[in-house]
């Protein structure tokens, strides 16, 4: 039989069996080229577990993303001190990082081997009235306010916090100036207790993340991860359809919905809670299974 005599008739259409045909689109899928992506990752909960060790597997998957072609970047409610430590772990020195949950993008002075940085993009707000709101009930709070330069002002001592280069002040020093983010954190108080107290106490004219334990991330109204990572997108002139970004907390909602709502695609760390999975619509391995190794070794 000859090749032509192969071939359906013109007008006719072969069938195949669904799950075949579904397999061979899967595969299509999996063999098509893409195009460069931007790969944002939160740090904490999803590169880094809890102890501050890497997630298993992360370094050289993120290494196997970048000889993909991809941009591979971090976008966090760290500030800048801490978030270039994990860059350097992680062996990556991107063109630019989301740090402050959005306030602050740092950009990359010079090619891609650089790492000197400066700040991009920056915003801030009057920290004053959240701050009095705030003093009002968590009398016994650790507060802490980041600055336009990075410097950082803290009334208390607290573990958690990097507090090197910081230097400690009175409550009231804190609002003396603007500021790109205020950081409240009370140990005898949980998350359902900050979410209660929130909309007890209406906060307005900023935007707020409440983290897994007892503390709150304040940004400047309508700041977030998203609007940074939107600015970054457009800078690189990556299409939004090829935008991956994957967290575990509730300051990564707002970026997987700008994500998944221009066709990209947001996962959410196994261990996350549930509205951070929805705001997602992907789950994947939690941090201790290695989830984002698995996810990029798919690129």
Not at 33 to 42: E, F, N, Q, S, T
Request: net charge negative.
């Amino acid at each position: 039989m000859t090749d032509e005599a192969a071939l359906p008739r013109i007008g006719d259409v072969d069938a195949e069996p669904q799950h075949e045909a579904a397999e061979v689109v899967a595969d299509i899928a999996r063999t098509a080229p893409v195009g460069r992506m931007l790969i944002a990752l939160d740090i904490d909960g999803t590169v880094l577990l809890e102890d501050e060790s890497l997630s298993p597997g992360v370094v050289d998957a993120v290494r196997h993303a970048q000889q993909q072609g991809h941009e591979v970047m971090l976008a966090t409610g760290r500030s800048w001190d801490s978030t270039h430590t994990v860059m350097s772990l992680l062996g990556i020195h991107p063109e630019y990082a989301v740090c402050s949950n959005g306030a602050i993008v740092m950009r990359r002075i010079g090619g891609p081997d650089a790492t000197e940085y400066e700040r991009a993009h920056v915003e801030t707000f009057d920290p004053t009235e959240v701050l009095t709101l705030l003093g009002e009930h968590l009398g016994d709070a650790h507060f802490l306010v980041e600055l336009p330069d990075g410097q950082r002002l803290f009334t208390d001592y607290l573990d958690d916090w990097n507090l090197k280069g910081a230097n400690k002040v009175t409550f009231a020093e804190l609002s003396h100036q603007p500021v790109c983010r205020v950081v409240v954190v009370a140990p005898e108080k949980t998350d359902k207790d900050f979410l209660e107290l929130v909309k007890h106490i209406g906060l307005s004219q900023v935007s707020y993340a409440i983290g897994w334990t007892a503390w709150l991330d304040i940004a400047p109204q309508g700041v977030n991860k998203s609007t940074a990572l939107e600015l970054v997108r457009e800078w690189l002139g990556i299409p939004p359809e090829n935008v991956l970004v994957m967290g575990d907390g509730r300051n990564d909602i707002e970026m997987m919905q700008w994500a998944v709502s221009h066709g990209g695609r947001a996962i959410a760390m196994g261990q996350g809670p549930v509205e951070v999975h929805d705001a997602a619509g992907e789950v994947g391995l939690s941090v201790t299974d290695g989830g984002v190794a698995a996810v990029l070794r798919e690129l």
